[in-house]
């Protein structure tokens, strides 16, 4: 095997010596010491089981301090790039976290061995930003408590009568300091954590609560709000059983809640037709979201009963070119075929919305039929 043999009194790395190894301790005892002031000074004893010159490999800085084997030992040496390769592929904030202790431990060492060229080196900065990630995550744990988290509706067009059918919920995260957050910069993060439980179930509650004035308002025929979940969200089994319990509790009829899911590496096939066969057989209506970007593909469109497709804006962009119009004229048939009803989002201008309307796309949602907007405006104009 790699192990190597290391008789007692010998040196098995030495301070300042440029590392390349870290090394596990299978048996025997070493100690660690530093030379300060041309004097020796133990610093601690390792044995069996105990990781041996890690932090140099982790940071790349020279070796702190010397090791020298105790007793006869047995070390498994660990090669640095085995750490680099882990390191690069976990999370950054834990890479981050890691850096700071090590950093800390340094300065630590540097005060306790007189060491001043040490300390001053290295402060705790965080240069890959993971930090900032934290500081919003703990900013966005409080501005659900804050309320400053907002739900906008978007208008969803059906292009045959003109009229509004539904709305798509979007949330809206208000800063005090940074203005307006985008939910493309806040639902990942809140994705990599369990916020986004709390996040999706206040979403939850405020588009109940808006179905529940828009039918109070006797809006007729009581519009949809589709509601984005994401592949995280649904892994929680107890998410539709909310979500009919939240209809129930105010007697709101189920189709009028539609959820858009979007197609990823995360879901498999098995799991969005269980999905699909809940939210059915309750009476929900299922969206595939962003279709033609991705990871989307023929396959789930083809084998899965969605109610609806909505056609990523990239699409729309496109129908002002020959090939353009053609794809969508395929995907217009094709969902047809299926079935299913088909959305096209990011509609910005009539000549877009004229050619759905020619190819007989069923509903347009853009700027061009409205922005998100709040639920006030939505009742004030209509
Ligand atoms: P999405 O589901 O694809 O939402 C459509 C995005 O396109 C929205 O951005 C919307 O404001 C924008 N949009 C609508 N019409 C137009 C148009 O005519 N032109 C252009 N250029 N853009 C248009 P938004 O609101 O920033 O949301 C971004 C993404 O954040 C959404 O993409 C969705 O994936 C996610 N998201 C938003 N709200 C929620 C939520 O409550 N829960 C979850 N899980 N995700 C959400
Ligand atoms: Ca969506
Ligand atoms: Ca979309
Ligand atoms: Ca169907």
Redesign the pocket.
Known sequence: STRRSIPAGEIIFAEDDAPTTAFLIESGRVVISTVQHGETRNLGELGPGSLLGEMAVIDSAPRSATARALTDCVLTPIDRNQFAERLASADPVVRALLMSQLTRYRSALATLTGDAAGSGAMEGRDESGAFDKIRLESELRSALDRDELE??L?PIMQIATERIAGY?????WQHPERGQV???EF?RL??ETSL?VP??DY?LGRVCDMLVELRRRGRSPLPFIA????AR?LDDPALIDRMLAQLAKRSLPADRLEI?I?ESLVFNHSQIAALLARCHSAGMLVAL??FGTGYSNLGPVLTLDFDRI?L??GF?RALGTPRGLALVRAIVAMTAALDCEMIA????DPAQLQALRELGCDYA?????G??VSLQEVLETG
Do not use: M
């Open positions: 739900v906008r978007q798509e919920a979007l949330i809206r985008s939910p493309t639902i809140a994705e986004i996040v999706g979403v509601l984005n979940v994401s969200q858009e979007t979201d962003d909505k990523d804006q729309t989002e990011g509609v910005e949602q853009g700027w061009l039929v922005k998100p």
